[in-house]
Every structure is written in C-alpha cells, then in structure tokens.
C-alpha cells in the first residue's frame, strides 16, 4: 500500500494539503511519447510470463510463491527486506498509518483500489482480501513478502499513472512505522502477525502456559523446602533431647 506517486513529470495536484497523504495525480505524457513507454527515470521490469507473477511485480527467486517488487528505486534489490519484517506492529497504529499513506490508491480498509490508467491490469490491488500468491501460513513469511514492496515501491507493468512509493529506502516511515502497517495488512487478511509459529500458539495463550508452568515449579520448590526445614527442625528437637 502507499501514496499513489505520479511518474516523473506530472504535475502536483491542486489542493492537496501539507502534511497529508498526496492526491492521487495523472501522468501528463509529451507529445509523440510512444505508448508502452517505460517511466521516466525509473529502471523498468524485464518482461515476465504473465503467471509467473501477478502485474507489477517480479517472479521470486527459486521459483517462489510469491511475487517480487518492480522496484521504484534504480539499482535496489527486491528481495531484500527490511528490519520492519522482523518487528511485531501496532495493529491499531498500522491503520491510522494506512489511512493517512495507503487509503488513497488501495480503498478504505484496503477494500478497493482505484482506477490506474496505462497499467497492464488497469487497477490498483486491493489488499482485503490480498493477492492469494503473499499470503502464508508463516507469519514471518507473509511479513516480509508485504515487506519487500512497502520498502522498495513498486512500478506496475506498463506506462502506468500511478506507482507504489518506496517507503523504506526513501526514509519515508520509519521501520518501526512500516512494521504497524505489515501488521495491519495482516490483520484484515486473517493473519496475526504476533502468532507464534513454532510451537503454534497464540502469545497469549503461551504467556499463561509459561506463567502456568512457573507457579507450579515454585510451589513444587517451596513444598520441597519446607519438609527440607521440616526435617532439620525435627533432628535438632531430637538431638536436644538426647
């Protein structure tokens, strides 16, 4: 998800306000720009097998499930992630976040995109429910698969209007920023991204097992130490005795 950002070129919007999410803006070809042209200052996608990967974005390494960024930026790695994959987000943050930089080109909630003129698939994703091919059973995965195109942006096939800003390499959120909104995106598809895969229950449910097993260690230590006193204050009863 992100600010929809022109290609290079465009003009700036009227009326868009300081400090908000930017309005959508349409890329204004030059006159004689042949059709299919790539963006201006953006390294285009190599050509890819339609069901290789879904439109604008690459087939994963190995022969992977899901798909690789086209990435806004020249000379990025798409399948490297970013520390945000690894941190567990704010759920409730993430969607102040997705509201104020996704919603206007994925839908509110993530429910519906927008129209994206010059594409190859000619919309913008939706991300509730989200492209089957990110999805995992490992929430780690599914993470860091949403990961790679929040950090790197993603440029769509085609000539499109609309392109998905990188906001990781251009420090745009911070990671911590990026880790809520990960999160968020997981949580409207079903997924927890604080589930504890191995040994595959949910945090809390671990947290009261473990605070389950220590109470009952403690009370077995202090049962064992109290016939220990128990013991020693009888044998110095009976040594007094004697």
Partial sequence: GGTCAA??????????????????????????????????????????????????????????????????????????????????????????VFADK???????????GQANPGSVDGTIPELDPIDPAFKSKDPEEFAQNIDRFVQHGSVPEGSPAFSMPPFGDTNTLTQQQMANVISYVMHINGADRAEIVNPGIRPRRFYLIAVGALLLVGLALAGAWSKRSNAAARGSGEKRES
Avoid: Y
Wanted: include cysteine.
């Fill in 7 to 96: 290609p290079k070129g465009a003009k700036k919007a009227v009326g868009a306000e300081e400090g908000g999410p930017a309005p959508p803006v349409k890329e204004e070809k030059k006159a004689g720009e042949a059709e299919g042209a790539g963006v201006a200052g953006e390294k285009a996608p190599k050509p890819q097998a339609k069901e290789s990967a879904p439109p604008g974005g690459m087939a994963a390494p190995g022969g992977g499930k899901a798909p690789l960024p086209a990435p806004a930026t020249a000379g990025v790695n798409p399948a490297e992630v970013s520390d945000a994959a690894f941190i567990i987000g704010n759920v409730k943050r993430g969607a102040g």
């Fill in 102 to 112: 996704c919603e206007s080109c994925h839908g509110k909630g993530g429910k519906g």
